[in-house]
């Protein structure tokens, strides 16, 4: 069989016509359409294909269980925004959803409210806070609030030698909704750019840099899960997001207080701090169907 042009992108579409998954054949199908129209449009060459194929190949060498090189390429496509765009369609009021990224770690230490999840990080202090609601303002008792950022190295402790974890945690609101931690004042930082991904980066003459931000993901019976990020307003990365994950909504102040001053739990740190208040709005199930 000598199949040119039209008819093997149609052979090959026709050979999925047997999936018993009506969703998996859609899926199939439709890559093969996509995926055979981008090398017409761009007739691809065999050495491109080449190459294409040992990036890919390098991508998954490099990926470990705490470095997912994929999730960072699906980032710097833009296809992880998109997805979360498409899946999480909120009603108004509810806080919006970005990306998850690729640092998220199962069993991340329990903390009180008020309690410290910076474990030593390097990094200024920060008192995080503020309560979760549903959209009608109402607070949301018992949910679970998980959170990770980097230090001011611009490091998750993933990525150090560590004999702990640190800027990591989760927590559970109280009966008025409220959650309170103290971590570091997050600090921008470029995604890891050693590997693949980061050659795509400086052949598209892009960088790689995220602005300051700290990592939430809240779930709570009855309500569909948020994951989502506070950004440091005034951050000179807001703009050029290597991952496009900035939302106006997202962005918050965080304020700086002289040593000694009371902080808003009681405490009176020694040294200067910052606060940031922020309350996370979650939608119900029913809403986001």
Same mark, same amino acid.
């Given at each position: 069989?000598?199949?040119?042009?039209?008819?093997?992108?149609?052979?090959?579409?026709?050979?999925?016509?047997?999936?018993?998954?009506?969703?998996? !054949?859609?899926?199939? &199908?439709?890559?093969?359409?996509?995926?055979?129209?981008?090398?017409?449009?761009?007739?691809?060459?065999?050495?491109?294909?080449?190459?294409?194929?040992?990036?890919?190949? !390098?991508?998954?060498?490099?990926?470990?269980?705490?470095?997912?090189?994929?999730?960072?390429?699906?980032?710097?496509? @833009?296809?992880?925004?998109?997805?979360?765009?498409?899946?999480? !369609?909120?009603?108004?009021?509810?806080?919006?959803? &970005? $990306?998850?990224?690729?640092?998220?770690?199962? @069993?991340?230490?329990?903390?009180?409210?008020?309690?410290?999840?910076?474990?030593?990080?390097?990094?200024?202090?920060?008192? $995080?806070?503020?309560?979760?609601?549903?959209?009608?303002?109402?607070?949301?008792?018992?949910?679970?609030?998980?959170?990770?950022?980097?230090?001011?190295?611009?490091?998750?402790? $993933?990525?150090?030698?560590?004999?702990?974890?640190?800027?990591?945690?989760?927590?559970?609101?109280?009966?008025?909704?409220?959650?309170?931690?103290?971590?570091?004042?997050?600090?921008?930082?470029?995604?890891?750019?050693?590997?693949?991904?980061?050659?795509?980066?400086?052949?598209?003459? !892009?960088?790689?840099?995220?602005?300051?931000?700290?990592?939430?993901?809240?779930?709570?019976?009855?309500?569909?899960?948020?994951?989502?990020?506070?950004?440091?307003?005034?951050?000179?990365?807001?703009?050029?997001?290597?991952?496009?994950?900035?939302?106006?909504?997202?962005?918050?102040?965080?304020?700086?207080?002289?040593?000694? &001053?009371?902080?808003?739990?009681?405490? &009176?740190?020694?040294?200067?701090?910052?606060?940031?208040?922020?309350?996370?709005?979650?939608?119900?199930?029913?809403?986001?169907?």
């Amino acid at each position: 069989m000598d199949l040119q042009g039209d008819g093997l992108t149609e052979a090959v579409v026709a050979s999925f016509g047997n999936s018993t998954d009506p969703r998996t !054949r859609t899926l199939l &199908t439709s890559l093969v359409r996509h995926l055979h129209a981008f090398a017409r449009e761009v007739e691809l060459t065999e050495d491109e294909y080449f190459a294409a194929i040992d990036f890919l190949t !390098r991508t998954g060498q490099i990926s470990t269980g705490t470095r997912q090189e994929f999730v960072l390429l699906a980032d710097v496509l @833009g296809l992880s925004m998109l997805t979360v765009g498409l899946e999480n !369609r909120k009603p108004p009021g509810a806080t919006q959803s &970005t $990306v998850f990224g690729p640092f998220f770690v199962e @069993g991340s230490p329990e903390v009180g409210i008020g309690g410290d999840i910076a474990n030593g990080a390097p990094g200024r202090p920060c008192l $995080v806070s503020g309560r979760v609601l549903n959209t009608k303002g109402e607070p949301v008792a018992g949910a679970l609030v998980e959170t990770w950022q980097a230090d001011e190295e611009g490091f998750y402790d $993933v990525q150090k030698n560590l004999d702990g974890p640190q800027n990591r945690g989760h927590l559970h609101t109280d009966a008025d909704g409220n959650y309170a931690f103290w971590a570091v004042k997050p600090v921008a930082y470029p995604i890891p750019d050693d590997g693949p991904v980061g050659e795509l980066l400086r052949a598209g003459g !892009r960088g790689p840099m995220r602005p300051a931000h700290i990592h939430f993901m809240v779930t709570a019976p009855g309500y569909s899960r948020l994951i989502t990020h506070v950004f440091a307003a005034g951050d000179e990365h807001l703009e050029d997001d290597a991952v496009f994950g900035v939302k106006d909504s997202l962005v918050a102040e965080f304020t700086e207080h002289p040593a000694g &001053t009371a902080a808003p739990d009681g405490t &009176t740190p020694g040294r200067p701090y910052y606060t940031v208040h922020y309350d996370l709005v979650l939608a119900t199930t029913e809403e986001t169907q």
